[in-house]
Nanobody, 126 residues
Framework: QVQLVESGGGSVQVGGSLTPSCVAS????????MAWFRQAPGKEREGLDC???????AYHDYLRDRLAISRDFAKDTMYLQIKNLKPDDTAMYFC????????????????????WGRGTQVTVSS
C-alpha cells in the first residue's frame, strides 16, 4: 500500500528557510503526480505546488519567488524549498499523491489526490 511520510519541518525565524521532504513508498513505478499543500489553524488546506511524472510543475505565481519544488525519482522523494519564511507561512505542510499509473500532469487541488501524508509542522516566529 502507498504511504507518504513528510519530514523536515521545524521552527525558524522570519527570513529563514526550510526544505521539507516527502518519501513515497508502495509504488511500483514512477507514473504518478505529487503535490505539497499546507493548512494553517482555522483555514482551508491550500495547494502550493505539484510535480508530475516528467517533472512538470504548476506553482502559484504569488509563491514563485519563494518556493521551489523538486522530485528525486531515484529516492522516491519530493522536496519543497521555502525561502524568506514569513509568519503567514506557519502551517502544517502535507504531501499528496495519486494512484499509479497516471500519465497526465499535476494539480494543486485536494480532490486530485488519493493519498496523503500526516504532515510536518512549520512555525515561523518574528
Amino acid at each position: 500500500q502507498v504511504q507518504l511520510v513528510e519530514s523536515g519541518g521545524g521552527s525558524v525565524q522570519v527570513g529563514g528557510s526550510l526544505t521539507p521532504s516527502c518519501v513515497a513508498s508502495g509504488y511500483t513505478n514512477r507514473h504518478f503526480s505529487m503535490a505539497w499543500f499546507r493548512q494553517a489553524p482555522g483555514k482551508e488546506r491550500e495547494g502550493l505546488d505539484c510535480v508530475d511524472r516528467v517533472n512538470g510543475t504548476a506553482y502559484h505565481d504569488y509563491l514563485r519567488d519563494r518556493l521551489a519544488i523538486s522530485r528525486d525519482f531515484a529516492k522516491d522523494t519530493m522536496y519543497l524549498q521555502i525561502k524568506n519564511l514569513k509568519p503567514d507561512d506557519t502551517a502544517m505542510y502535507f504531501c499528496a499523491s495519486n494512484r499509479a499509473p497516471y500519465y497526465g500532469g499535476c494539480a494543486t487541488t485536494t480532490a486530485f489526490y488519493d493519498y496523503w501524508g500526516r504532515g510536518t509542522q512549520v512555525t515561523v516566529s518574528s
